[in-house]
């Protein structure tokens, strides 16, 4: 693929100042930078693995081209996550079913079941069960992953999940082919370092903070709705996502400690066993995220030809906002750079399997 040059405006390209104006300006005028109305949802609740309940949201426009199964990062909810919302409108004026949903421990998913989070071990499994209830009430094939952060993470597994849906799932009357493949946007892919360093970071510190607070506040939800299952002291400790980890996951989950749960989880061993088309962008400047990170990524996505690495030196986390000269240039609708690339990339990669699809067609 070739590596689209992104540029954002002059006074953002920091990462840390992208990612502050991303979460504090953006996230409150961020409808008045697109003209697309909001897709006419309907609420449906889906089986996960393990008979989960997993909260979701379904809209189909006439005639969908495919179907978009996304969600969000290590916290909030379908109601807040305005960065989901806003690829919501973009893929349904697109021409694609989005379906949208809660995950594990988070917004309405966490008040139908105490079920905690882990980070992609059992989220995998979950985008597929999603698919395979998608498809009998209209969303069409080809099916396709896509999420952002931690977000970003659990997609790339449920890519992984998917590749093998014919071993574990012959129950959910899936072909291979009708989940085509994914795209992320700054996933987490290695929590052991990025966490640590973030805490030994002078200002990446603050921003872990910042991020705990929420997770707290996460935890604290659950116990409102299922105060059986959750020791409110334990809930009390939590002073780090570490601790979120610690004090509830890793039991649960049967891990002896948060590094063997981390390693377990780590996305970047999944970069080398992906065999379905996927788009991974990746800001160098991310603030969240260790920079040795990088090298290994790109070192691990070289020798694997389904996957598309795009690396650009300014994005910060999750921001990705363009300059007008780069709107320009790409001929932009609006100035969300990373859904425009991850859109025209599902383009492309749809027309391919068209192409691979006649020429089954003509041969048989």
Excluded at 26 to 33: D, M, V
Aim: some cysteine; charged content about 20%; overall charge neutral.
């Amino acid at each position: 693929m070739t590596q689209p040059i992104y540029q954002p405006p002059f006074p953002l390209k920091n990462g840390l100042t992208m990612t502050i104006y991303a979460a504090l300006k953006a996230s409150k005028n961020w409808e008045q930078t697109i003209n697309l109305p909001e897709p006419p949802y309907r609420d449906i609740i889906f089986s996960g693995a393990g008979g989960v309940p997993i909260y979701g949201i379904v809209a189909m426009p006439p005639n969908p081209k495919g179907t978009i199964v996304s969600t969000y990062g290590i916290t909030g909810t379908l109601e807040n996550q305005w960065f989901l919302k806003l690829w919501g409108r973009k893929a349904f004026a697109a021409g694609y079913a989005v379906v949208l949903f809660d995950w594990r421990a988070h917004g309405k998913t966490a008040e139908l079941s105490p079920t905690l989070t882990s980070d992609g071990l059992f989220e995998g499994e979950d985008f597929v069960r999603i698919v395979a209830q998608s498809k009998p009430i209209g969303c069409p094939a080809p099916f396709w992953f896509a999420g952002y952060s931690l977000g970003g993470q659990l997609a790339l597994w449920g890519i992984k999940a998917a590749q093998t849906v014919n071993e574990w799932g012959p129950d959910l009357k899936l072909k291979d082919s009708d989940i085509a493949g994914g795209a992320v946007i700054c996933p987490s892919l290695d929590s052991h370092r990025s966490l640590s360093y973030l805490i030994q970071h002078p200002l990446g510190k603050y921003l872990e903070r910042a991020i705990t607070k929420e997770v707290k506040k996460m935890a604290k939800h659950l116990y409102s709705y299922h105060s059986n299952e959750f020791d409110l002291e334990a809930i009390k400790r939590i002073n780090s996502i570490w601790s979120f980890d610690h004090e509830l996951v890793i039991e649960r989950l049967g891990f002896n400690s948060v590094e063997a749960y981390y390693e377990a989880s780590n996305a970047l061993q999944l970069i080398s066993q992906l065999n379905k088309p996927t788009l991974i962008l990746y800001a160098e400047d991310d603030p969240l995220f260790d920079p040795t990170i990088i090298p290994d990524l790109k070192v691990a996505s070289s020798q694997n030809l389904a996957i598309d690495l795009v690396t650009t030196k300014y994005g910060g986390h999750v921001g990705y906002i363009s300059s007008k000269s780069c709107q320009n240039q790409f001929s932009d609708p609006d100035r969300w750079w990373a859904w425009n690339r991850i859109l025209d990339w599902f383009i492309e990669q749809q027309h391919s399997f068209s192409f691979k699809d006649k020429q089954l067609a003509t041969f048989n």
